[in-house]
C-alpha cells in the first residue's frame, strides 16, 4: 500500500463508538426506549449501562423532561438538524444540563453535557457581534473581525479564519491570538490535513469540538447492535476524536480545539480553527452562539462576494457590449492583438494575448514564441471545441512548455468560430513564488503506534515551496466572463455574415450620407480658402507676392487634409506634417531643421491647426530667420504631467530678429490658432538671438493608439429646411447692422475671420466664440441684438445656445456646411440656415429675412 497522508480519507471517523467524557450519550428507539448509552452513565444517574438498555427512558428522567423533549424534536425538520436545550434537570432538584438531539439513522440521539439555569441574551450578543462586523470595509478587515469575535466569545489562545482552496488545500487569511505564540497567518496547509470525509463532516456537523487531546474516550455500550452496526456520530457534538487528528494536535503542540463550519453557497468555503494550549471547555451556551454568528458571518460573506461578483460580471458585460459595438462596425479589429489585449485584459487580467484566425496569428504583450503558439493551437484543436479552455499548466497540454514557462505557463483559450479554429487565447506568465507551507507537505511519512494507521507529519515550522511552470489559474468567474464574451465574438461572426446583404441594401441610402459629409467638409475648406484670400490681402499691390503666400497656404493645408483623409479622417503624425512643411518650403534647408519627441498623432481637427501654425513658422523663418541663413531650427515636443502636448520652436544662428512693426495674418494665424481653434496657448517671444514659440494643445486633440471604447459619428438624417435665405446679387445695405452687437458662434478661426469682416461692413458691433461654452460665457455677460450660430462645434451643437437665444427673444439663424440636409430639432425646425461658406450676399439676404427688412431694389 502506498503509505502518504491520503490513507487518512479512509478512516471511518464517524464511526469511531465513543465520546469525549465532557458529558453522557443515550440513544432511543422511536418509541423512546433505551438502545444505547456511554459507559460513563452510571456515574451520572446510578443505573449500570446494560440494565438501562432495553428499558423506557421515562423510568430515568422526569416526566416534565420527557414531554420538553417530544416538544422539542418537532424542530428536528431536515436530515442534519441538531436542536438544543438549555439548563434542563433529569430529576426534580438535580443539577443542570445542556441537551443536544437529532436523529441518526432511525434513533434518538441524546447528549448531555453540565450546564447551568441561567442564560444570557443570546441574540442581543450575536445583534452586536455583526454589527462590529458590518463595519468593516473589505474582505480582509472582514476576516480578522470575524476572527476577533469569535475569540472574545470563546476564550481560545488562537482563532484563524481558514480558506479552503479548490484542490481541498487551505491557507490562513486570518487570525486573532494571544500575543507570543507566534502567527500563522499566511501559512498553506496541504488537502490531506482535513482529510476528504472530514471536510463531508464540516457540511453537515457545523460545529466540532475537541475539549482536551489528553482525554480518554468514553465507549458506547453496546458497540453494535443486533445487525453488527456501530452507532453513527456525524452528528454527535461529543463524538470522540480519531487517533490520527489527536497525533497531529499533539504534534502541533494544541491541547484543545474547535472548528466551526462557513459555508457559503452551499459549500465548504472554510473554517474558523481555534486552537488552545490547555484544555478547554466552552459551555454548550455558547459554542451554540459561536454557532449561529459563524452561520450570520457565512451569509454576509456570501452576501459580500455576491456583490463583488456582481459588479465585476456588470463590468464585464459593460466590455462585452463595447466589443460588440466596435468589432460589428469594423470586424477588423478581431485581427488587432493590441485592440483585444486592451479590452480583454479590462475584464481578465493577463499578462498577453495571442490571435490565431485563418492560421494567420499576431501577440500583444508576453506571449510563447510563434513556433509554440502554433503548436497550442494544433493542442486546442483536439480539446472539446466550442468550449473556453483553461489551464494554469501548459505543460501539461505540449510538451517543451517549460521552455518559455517564465513568459507563459497558463492560458485561456476563446474559440471565436464554430468549428475549433480559430482562437483568441489569454496567456499568464509563471507564478514563480514561494508558498509558504506549514511544514513540507511532501514530508515522507511512516506507519506509527496506532497499528495500521498513519503518523501524520511532526514537523510544522516554515517551509517553502517554490511553484514552477505554473501560473496563477483562471477563477470560475473569469470563466463565466470569457464564455460571455465568447459568445459575443460569434455573435458578431454571424451578426456580419447577415448584415452583409442588408448592408447592400442599404448602400444607396449610405452613399447619400456619406455623400452629405463630403459636400460639409468640401464646403468647410471653401469657406477656409475664401477666408484665406480674403484676409491676405496685402497692403500695395503685389499681386505677384500675394498669389505666392495664398498659394502656400493652400497648399499646407491640402497637404494636411491629405495626411489625415489617408485613414478614413483619422489621426495623423505630427512628425509628419513637420517634414511635409520642411520638405515643401525649405527643401534645401531640412538638415537645418531638427526635431524630436515621442510619436504622437494629432486629431483631425488639430492636424489643420497646426498645419497653418508650422507652415507659417517655416516660412517666416526662410524669409527672415534662421533659415534665411545658416541658422537651424529647434523643434522639440514632449507630454506634460496633465498629458497636454507641448511643442517648442527655437530659431538661432540667423539674423537678429526685431520685433515686427505690422501684425500681419501669418502672426495672427501663429498667436491666435491653437488658443482659438483647440483651446490651448501660444506664446511667441521675438528675441534678438532668434524666434522662440511655446505651444501647449490639450490632450483630448491627441491620440497614441485606438482606444476599444471607439467613438461613434451619426450623419444627419436627410431632409428639406422649412425656410432658408435666397442668396442673389441684389445691393446691399452697408448700414444693415449699424449700432447692433452681433454674436457669432464658430469653432473655425478662419471662417470666424471671415464672418467678421462681412459683419464688420455691415455696421456691426461683434463678439465671437468658438465653442458653447464660451457662448454660454458671453450670454451670461451681454445680450446680443443678433445672433449666427454654427451647428457643429467640433463635438457638440449650438442647439443650446439656440434654446436660451430663443428663450431670450434674441433673433438668430443656424450657418452650417450641410446645407439643405442639415438636421435641425423640432423646436427649430423653421429656422433660416446660411449654406456656408459666408458670402456678403447670403449673409445680408439672411439679415433681412430674419429682421423683415426688404431687399434694395
Keep these: 500500500m502506498t503509505v502518504d497522508l491520503t490513507n487518512c480519507d479512509r478512516e471511518p471517523i464517524h464511526l469511531l ?25 452510571a456515574e451520572l444517574l446510578g443505573a449500570e449501562p446494560e440494565a438501562m438498555v432495553g428499558q423506557p427512558f421515562a423510568e430515568f428522567i422526569s416526566p416534565s423532561l420527557i414531554h420538553d423533549l417530544r416538544n422539542r424534536m418537532a424542530y428536528l425538520v431536515s436530515p442534519d438538524s441538531v436542536e438544543r436545550m438549555f439548563g434542563v434537570q433529569l430529576a426534580e432538584g438535580g443539577r443542570y444540563y445542556d441537551v443536544a438531539l437529532h436523529l441518526s439513522e432511525g434513533q434518538i440521539i441524546l447528549e448531555f453535557e453540565p450546564g447551568s439555569q441561567t442564560s444570557g441574551d443570546t441574540t442581543g450578543m450575536v445583534r452586536a457581534m455583526m454589527a462590529r462586523l458590518d463595519t468593516r470595509p473589505d474582505l480582509a478587515s472582514f476576516y480578522h473581525e470575524g476572527a476577533r469575535q469569535v475569540r472574545a466569545l470563546l476564550g481560545y489562545d488562537r482563532v484563524m479564519v481558514y480558506k479552503f482552496a479548490p484542490d481541498g488545500a487551505g491557507e490562513v487569511v486570518a487570525e486573532a491570538c494571544k500575543a507570543g505564540i507566534g502567527s500563522f497567518k499566511g501559512l498553506h496547509y496541504p488537502a490531506s490535513d482535513i482529510p476528504r470525509q472530514a471536510r463531508e463532516l464540516y457540511k453537515r456537523n457545523l460545529l466540532r469540538v475537541i475539549h482536551d487531546v489528553e482525554a480518554v474516550p468514553i465507549p458506547i455500550v453496546p458497540q453494535r447492535d443486533a445487525m453488527g452496526r456501530s452507532l453513527d456520530l456525524s452528528l454527535s457534538v461529543l463524538r470522540s476524536v480519531s487517533p490520527i487528528h ?12 474547535l472548528s466551526i463550519s462557513i459555508v457559503v453557497d452551499g459549500e465548504l468555503w472554510g473554517l474558523f480553527a481555534c486552537h488552545h494550549y490547555s484544555p478547554i471547555s466552552p459551555t454548550f451556551e455558547r459554542r451554540s452562539v459561536s454557532d449561529l454568528f459563524a452561520q450570520m458571518f457565512s451569509l454576509r460573506l456570501e452576501s459580500r462576494e455576491r456583490r463583488e461578483m456582481a459588479e465585476y460580471e456588470r463590468r464585464a458585460r459593460d466590455i462585452s457590449d463595447q466589443l460588440l459595438s466596435a468589432v460589428a462596425s469594423d470586424e477588423t479589429l478581431l485581427k488587432d492583438p493590441d485592440w483585444l489585449t486592451d479590452i480583454l485584459m479590462s ?5 498577453g494575448v495571442g490571435v490565431w484566425i485563418n492560421g494567420n496569428y499576431a501577440f500583444s504583450g508576453t506571449t510563447p514564441p510563434s513556433e509554440d503558439f502554433r503548436a497550442i493551437v494544433r493542442a486546442l484543436n483536439a480539446t472539446a471545441a466550442g468550449k473556453v479552455f483553461t489551464t494554469d499548466n501548459i505543460g501539461s497540454l505540449v510538451k517543451g512548455a517549460e521552455s518559455f514557462a517564465k513568459e507563459a505557463s497558463g492560458l485561456l483559450a ?44 511532526e514537523s510544522f515550522a516554515e517551509w517553502n515551496e517554490q511553484v514552477e511552470g505554473r501560473s496563477r489559474p ?62 491676405s490681402q496685402p497692403d500695395e499691390e503685389a499681386v505677384r507676392e500675394f498669389v505666392e503666400v495664398v498659394d502656400g497656404r493652400i497648399h499646407s493645408l491640402a497637404r494636411a487634409h491629405n495626411q489625415i483623409t489617408d485613414d478614413h479622417w483619422g489621426p495623423a503624425p505630427l512628425q509628419a506634417l513637420i517634414d511635409a512643411e520642411s520638405a515643401a518650403f525649405a527643401a534645401h534647408k531640412e538638415s537645418s531643421i531638427h526635431y524630436e519627441g515621442p510619436p504622437i498623432l494629432l486629431n483631425p481637427q488639430a492636424y489643420s ?14 524669409k527672415y530667420g534662421s533659415l534665411s541663413g545658416d541658422g537651424i531650427v529647434e523643434i522639440a515636443w514632449k507630454r506634460a504631467d496633465n498629458d497636454d502636448l507641448v511643442l517648442t520652436w527655437t530659431e538661432s544662428g540667423g539674423p537678429p530678429v526685431k520685433q515686427p512693426t505690422r501684425k500681419g495674418f501669418g502672426t495672427t494665424i501663429i498667436k491666435r490658432s491653437v488658443p482659438y481653434d483647440l483651446g490651448g496657448s501660444a506664446d511667441i517671444q521675438y528675441d534678438p538671438a532668434g524666434v522662440r514659440a511655446t505651444f501647449r494643445i490639450p490632450a483630448r486633440h491627441l491620440s497614441e493608439q485606438r482606444s476599444f471604447k471607439g467613438t461613434s459619428i451619426t450623419l444627419p438624417t436627410p431632409r428639406r429646411i422649412s425656410h432658408g435665405p435666397a442668396v442673389s446679387k441684389a445691393p446691399i445695405r452697408h448700414d444693415l447692422l449699424a449700432g447692433m452687437s452681433v454674436l457669432i458662434v464658430e469653432d473655425s478661426l478662419i471662417i470666424a475671420l471671415d464672418a467678421e469682416d462681412i459683419l464688420g461692413r455691415f455696421g456691426a458691433e461683434i463678439e465671437t466664440a468658438s465653442s458653447a461654452e464660451g457662448a454660454h460665457g458671453t450670454l451670461d455677460a451681454r445680450m446680443p441684438d443678433l445672433a449666427i450660430l454654427d451647428i457643429n462645434l ?16 434674441v433673433p438668430f439663424f443656424f ?23 459666408y458670402t456678403s450676399h447670403n449673409l445680408a439676404r439672411a439679415v433681412e429675412d430674419l429682421l423683415g427688412l426688404a431687399p434694395l431694389a
Excluded at 422 to 431: A, G, H, I, K, N
Excluded at 477 to 494: D, F, G, K, S
Design 246 to 257: 489527536i497525533e497531529y494536535l499533539k504534534n502541533m503542540g494544541v491541547r484543545a480545539s
Design 609 to 622: 491647426s497646426m498645419a497653418l501654425v508650422v507652415h507659417e513658422l517655416v516660412t517666416n523663418s526662410t
Design 815 to 837: 450657418a452650417t456646411g450641410y446645407g439643405e440636409q442639415a438636421q435641425l430639432p423640432d423646436q427649430h425646425r423653421s429656422r433660416i440656415v446660411v449654406q456656408k461658406p
Design 347 to 351: 475584464a481578465i487580467p493577463a499578462d
Design 794 to 809: 467640433g463635438d457638440q451643437t449650438s442647439f443650446g445656445v439656440a434654446d436660451r437665444l430663443a428663450d431670450a427673444g
Design 474 to 535: 483562471f477563477l470560475q468567474p473569469e470563466l463565466r466572463v470569457a464564455e460571455t464574451l465568447r459568445a459575443t465574438l460569434i455573435e458578431v461572426v454571424l451578426r456580419l455574415a447577415d448584415e452583409a446583404a442588408a448592408q447592400r441594401q442599404q448602400a444607396n441610402a449610405r452613399q447619400e450620407l456619406l455623400i452629405a459629409e463630403l459636400n460639409h467638409r468640401v464646403r468647410n475648406i471653401l469657406g477656409v480658402i475664401r477666408g484665406l484670400v480674403r484676409q
Design 414 to 457: 476563446i474559440p471565436i468560430s464554430r468549428s475549433p479554429r480559430d482562437y483568441v487565447v489569454l496567456f499568464r506568465s509563471e507564478m514563480r513564488q514561494s508558498v509558504r507551507w506549514a511544514g513540507d507537505p511532501h514530508k515522507p511519512v511512516e506507519y506509527g503506534p496506532n497499528g495500521p494507521r498513519l503518523t501524520p507529519r
Design 17 to 41: 463508538g465513543a465520546i469525549q467524557p465532557v458529558g453522557f450519550l443515550i440513544a432511543l428507539s422511536t418509541d423512546w426506549v433505551i438502545s444505547r448509552v456511554s459507559a460513563n452513565i
